[in-house]
């Protein structure tokens, strides 16, 4: 009698960890779908619109703002910036970086950024001017500042 126990106690711990073990395999496979490119499921992102659409990427620089003082770049120089390199801005935003803290201090930087969406092909270009691609950090678009303090 203990050993149909034991043996329908194995076979009980036997099937509990199969079904355990598909469920798992069974969820592996659900989220290497949700992340293979082309899939009905969109993917999650902290920033605005979806990085990339299509054969566009968005690229930013810091502005160069100080806190107290002002200064740095606008929105329009580093787009001019751009096109005078050769490079097709297709859309131009300011935004501040949320992945980081800046300290309250006169002049110390903010987290104001400048953000261009342009072509994949033009990335190259782009990395050598000092612009970098967005989808490496975490940011959110906002009003353009006026550069005066």
């Not at 949700?34 to 620089?61: C, D, F, H, K, M």
């Amino acid at each position: 009698m203990v050993k149909i126990k034991l043996s329908a106690l194995l076979v009980l711990t036997l099937l509990a960890m199969a079904a355990c073990g598909g469920a798992k395999e069974e969820k592996a496979m659900e989220n290497q779908v949700e992340n293979t490119p082309g899939s009905s499921q969109p993917e999650v992102t902290s920033n605005p619109p979806a990085i990339r659409s299509g054969e566009l990427v968005w690229v930013y620089r810091k502005s160069g703002r100080k806190q107290c003082e002002g200064g740095g770049m606008t929105l329009q120089q580093s787009q001019a910036k751009l096109r005078e390199n050769g490079l097709m801005v297709q859309e131009s935003r300011c935004g501040v970086r949320t992945d980081r803290m800046f300290p309250a201090v006169c002049g110390a930087p903010t987290g104001d950024i400048l953000l261009h969406l342009i072509s994949m092909d033009a990335l190259d270009a782009a990395l050598e001017l000092g612009y970098d691609p967005a989808e490496k950090m975490q940011y959110q678009f906002s009003q353009c500042r006026d550069n005066s303090a």
